[in-house]
């Protein structure tokens, strides 16, 4: 898969008591109204495996496209701008602690995705640590830095979330199990610039899965 593709990486909690309310949103109008946007490829979506243990978010959502300037593209600036009435109420009493980060990847190989991934945040760009991988493996790896406008305006999405916190880089290590996965996110969580936590995958939808809809 080739480097430099854009991704906006998003990691959020959700108002207790509103999970399944926030979900049915996510599966049944949100991921397909992003997907279906031009330049988008897919989405995949995460949730943590141990919340109380990991310093990042509990869920953990993101996309791959074109290049990042699709992220600032017409066509998905109209869709931040001007959200659905689900989206509205999802926005402003559902998602806390709200990160959103347009990036460009910078590294990719392996190719066996997996359940399980390993992810690390840092607020200022770095070279990730290596990973104790079984030998010979070939699961996934990927790092993001951030690739955001600092002068662009923020969205009315954003808005309604009170504003967004931003990384400057990130890593995701698809894991064996999820134990593997918890173990990475311990050694990456001893390094004193990261935080990181394990999540298993929810959900993926792509953009052909939509297009053979249609």
């Not at 990691?11 to 049915?24: I, K, Q, R, T």
């Not at 290590?173 to 173990?183: F, I, K, S, V």
Request: glycine letters at 6%; one cysteine or more.
């Amino acid at each position: 898969m080739a480097i430099g593709r854009g991704i906006l990486a998003v990691l959020n909690d959700c108002a207790s008591g509103a999970e399944d309310a926030y979900e049915n949103w996510y599966l049944s109008e949100h991921l397909v109204e992003r997907v279906s946007i031009e330049g988008f490829r897919w989405g995949r979506r995460y949730r943590a495996l141990d919340v109380t243990a990991s310093p990042l978010p509990e869920y953990l959502t993101y996309y791959e496209t074109d290049d990042p300037s699709v992220l600032s593209s017409k066509a998905y600036l109209g869709r931040v701008n001007d959200p659905t009435p689900r989206t509205r109420r999802i926005m402003t009493e559902v998602f806390l602690n709200m990160s959103r980060t347009v990036c460009r990847r910078t590294l990719c190989e392996g190719a066996v995705r997996s359940a399980w991934v390993a992810v690390a945040t840092s607020d200022q760009p770095i070279e990730f640590p290596a990973i104790s991988i079984p030998q010979g493996s070939t699961l996934w790896r990927e790092t993001w830095i951030s690739a955001e406008n600092q002068d662009a305006a923020a969205s009315t999405e954003e808005g309604l979330r009170g504003g967004d916190k931003k990384i400057a880089a990130a890593l995701l290590q698809d894991c064996t199990t999820a134990d593997h996965a918890r173990q990475i996110a311990a050694d990456l969580n001893a390094q004193e610039t990261l935080n990181a936590g394990a999540y298993r995958l929810t959900g993926t939808l792509d953009r052909s899965d939509l297009m053979a809809e249609t």
